[in-house]
């Protein structure tokens, strides 16, 4: 078997797929992603050219940040490989007037497809979700154009991420519900950035990303030994 057809988790996309029908509720099981967008989207718009740009959302989910982005000007392609959630994307893009080409397909087979199609990839709140980040990483590779940027965000393997995503999101707050993460499957700056080199990006930045859930908002900051922003170039 290829990477494409075994780096998923059927018991991760199983997990998402039972919240597809309040995906886009506020005050739904998906509060603290809809905090996050803005945030996500600002650190993207601030480092890549979006209006009439190719872009690709991978991981999409429910469509959240697919259709900030396809507002943002970008012609949007986004997959993912859970059926109801993009049927709910789907839904949600009739509804909104928002176009955005949704797709059922891992990253590895659609950079079969199309190599070097996309000016911008955006793969968010993912990579702690698979058997292995690092074909994630080397498909998107292989799915920019030269000079194009790759953005990702996940979790950090800290102390201070287990405290705060685990037991602080998930059974204190109950901003998330519960079983969303695995503390072994956070990743290290370092990691992600060996993973990037080896996929031939060159890393640009990484800043950390502070949810507070007094406030039900999100930004990018300085610290990153929690959530984590990461940009990334393919050389032209």
């Known amino acids: 078997m290829n990477a494409a057809s075994t780096n998923f988790s059927q018991a991760e996309l199983d997990k998402f797929d039972e919240l597809a029908q309040r995906w886009w509720d506020p005050n739904g099981p998906q509060k603290a992603l809809h905090a996050l967008n803005p945030a996500r989207l600002g650190y993207v718009a601030e480092r890549a050219q979006l209006r009439d740009a190719a872009v690709l959302d ?94 990702l965000s996940t979790l950090n393997r800290t102390p201070a991420a287990f405290a705060l995503a685990i037991v602080g999101a998930e059974y204190v707050a109950r901003v998330l519900p519960k079983g969303t993460h695995q503390y072994r499957d956070f990743i290290k700056p370092s990691e992600l950035a060996k993973w990037l080199r080896e996929a031939g990006l060159e890393l640009e930045d990484v800043s950390g990303l502070m949810y507070e859930p007094w406030r039900n908002s999100a930004r990018v900051i300085a610290r990153t030994d929690i959530n984590y922003l990461a940009c990334a170039r393919k050389p032209a």
């Not at 940040?65 to 949007?76: C, F, I, K, M, N």
């Not at 997959?79 to 176009?99: F, M, Q, T, Y």
């Not at 990253?107 to 199609?117: I, K, N, T």
């Open 58 to 151: 991978v991981g999409c989910g429910g469509g959240l940040l697919s259709e900030a982005l396809a507002q943002s000007g970008a012609r949007v392609t986004a997959i993912d490989l859970a059926p109801n959630l993009l049927k709910v994307a789907r839904l949600h893009g009739l509804e909104s007037g928002i176009k955005v080409d949704y797709r059922e397909m891992p990253v590895e087979a659609l950079a079969g497809e199309a190599p070097a199609s996309f000016d911008v990839i955006t793969c968010m709140e993912m990579l702690e979700h698979v058997p292995q980040p690092a074909s994630i990483i080397d498909a998107c590779a292989k799915l920019l154009k030269p000079g194009g940027r790759l953005f």
